[in-house]
Nanobody, 128 residues
Framework: QVHMGESGGGSVQAGGSLRLSCVHS????????LGWFRQVPGKEREGVAG???????RYKNSVKDRFTISEDSAKNTFYLEMNNLTPEDTARYYC??????????????????????WGQGTQVTVSS
């Protein structure tokens, strides 16, 4: 069973930075996709960034110059470095994974239904 757990959320002022971490365990394969999503109450969950096990990344357009997704495979941990935060980034952030026997790894998906395993989320609040 794959387990995912986020940490690093908090409250910051606009222009500040946060780094979210997601520790995963039980990944059954060495090939996988990892993603960060966020959700505001009353709205759908949206994909923010993704990375595959070869290190290819994809970002939501509104964050690609401010957010960086990365992975430390030795620690079974991946990160979302968020800089120049704005109040519009306020949301609950979730990490997600989809392991599999992929013969070819494409760019990560930012679609919620692509991912199989999810963390419980961590709140990020940005004040103006």
């Amino acid at each position: 069973q794959v387990h995912m757990g986020e940490s690093g959320g908090g409250s910051v002022q606009a222009g500040g930075s946060l780094r979210l971490s997601c520790v995963h365990s039980g990944m059954p394969y060495n090939t996988y996709y990892l993603g960060w999503f966020r959700q505001v109450p009353g709205k759908e969950r949206e994909g923010v960034a993704g990375i595959n096990s070869e290190g290819s990344t994809r970002y939501k357009n509104s964050v690609k110059d401010r957010f960086t997704i990365s992975e430390d495979s030795a620690k079974n941990t991946f990160y979302l470095e968020m800089n120049n935060l704005t109040p519009e980034d306020t949301a609950r952030y979730y990490c997600a994974a989809r392991p599999g026997l992929f013969p070819h790894l494409g760019l990560p998906s930012l679609q919620e239904d692509w991912y199989t395993y999810w963390g419980q989320g961590t709140q990020v609040t940005v004040s103006s």
